[in-house]
């Protein structure tokens, strides 16, 4: 097979790039900078927790990697995880070493069953298609069509959380599962992704640090509504109401040395609000930045932030 030099060019020219998470090229080749390294499931000798992949949806390649630890609640039932990685839309994955580790300790500690989802990613896959995996994964879940799920959880006590770009999508999620009559108990927002047009807080104002960043939201979401599109910042004017979601418990953590700090903040207040009946917690880490706890969760910040989190699902 002969390659012409005009396909090489085009292989090798610059479509779009936002380091540090891709670089695209007119070729159609996505380069990712990071957060493609994947772990098989397995028994983790550490913790005793059994992990195991479970195809969702056939047609996209959607899929859950699901987390029984070793011993179970009073009752034998256990908390729901349904959980939702960040990475900007665009990298990462349940299985990463990161996320893999992270469910490990998670469903150990609280202890829980956690299901961590794996929806396709942009720029392959624009959104909203991560919106709409993600809610088919939920749906999924309350199917109860796995036999862990079935056999092990509770399902008056599903949690849905994410962070980062994870958290974004956690709380459209939430939305709709409230729309649609699922129950869900708590929603935990960690670092939340959330963005818009005009700065908040401490957010730089500088067009030189504002303008990639819309460029990004419109490259991975064409048919956007715009820079305050609901799903880029849910406290826009005509976004669905706060008060919709139909939870127990919000907790919305935070990071202090974190750009996007000051949206999770602004959320959290205007949930408080919004007329929403439920209980809501804020919880800043002093001296740290973006999920810091995925990085370094031998830390003494890091152990405290984990806690806190198996604390809420506790719950």
């Known amino acids: 097979m002969e390659f012409t030099a005009a396909a090489v060019a085009t292989d090798d020219e610059v479509e779009f790039e936002f380091p540090p998470l891709f670089r695209t ?24 927790v059994d992990s195991k992949d479970v195809i969702i949806d056939p047609s996209t390649g959607v899929f859950a990697r699901l987390y029984l630890p070793p011993a179970t609640a009073p009752g034998g039932k256990l908390p729901i995880l349904f959980y939702i990685h960040g990475g900007g839309f665009c990298i990462e994955s349940c299985a ?23 929806y396709r990613l942009a720029p ?27 056999q092990h959880g509770d399902f008056s006590r599903v949690f849905v959380a994410g ?47 504002r303008a990639p960043h819309d460029r990004f939201w419109k490259y991975i979401f064409p ?30 953590t935070v ?3 974190d750009v ?12 408080n609000e919004s007329g929403w009946n439920g209980e809501a917690e804020l919880f800043e880490s002093q001296e740290v930045s973006h999920v810091f706890h995925l990085f370094h969760p031998e830390t003494e910040l890091g152990k405290a932030k984990i806690n806190m989190l198996v604390d809420f699902f506790r719950k």
């Open 260 to 271: 996007l700090r000051d949206r999770g903040t602004l959320y959290y207040k205007k949930l």
């Open 124 to 150: 392959e896959h624009r959104l909203p298609a991560a919106y709409d995996d993600s809610f088919t994964a939920l749906r999924w879940v309350f199917s109860q069509t796995d036999p862990w799920l079935a």
């Open 25 to 48: 090229y007119r070729s159609g080749r996505v380069e990712r900078f990071g957060g493609t390294d994947k772990v098989s499931p397995s028994l983790d000798p550490a913790t005793g």
């Open 255 to 257: 990071a202090e040395k």
């Open 163 to 209: 962070d980062s770009a994870g958290a974004n999508i956690a709380h459209h999620v939430a939305l709709r599962a409230a729309a649609e009559g699922l129950a869900i108990k708590g929603l935990a927002l960690i670092h939340p992704f959330f963005w818009g047009s005009v700065p908040v807080g401490s957010e730089p104002t500088e067009p030189d640090f």
């Open 223 to 252: 048919e956007t509504e715009g820079m305050d599109d609901h799903r880029r910042n849910p406290v826009a004017d005509g976004a669905p109401s706060l008060a919709d979601l139909k939870c127990e418990q919000v907790l919305v």
């Open 96 to 118: 990463s070493p990161l996320y893999h580790r992270h469910h490990n300790a998670l469903s150990s500690l609280t202890p829980l069953l956690s299901v961590s989802i794996d």
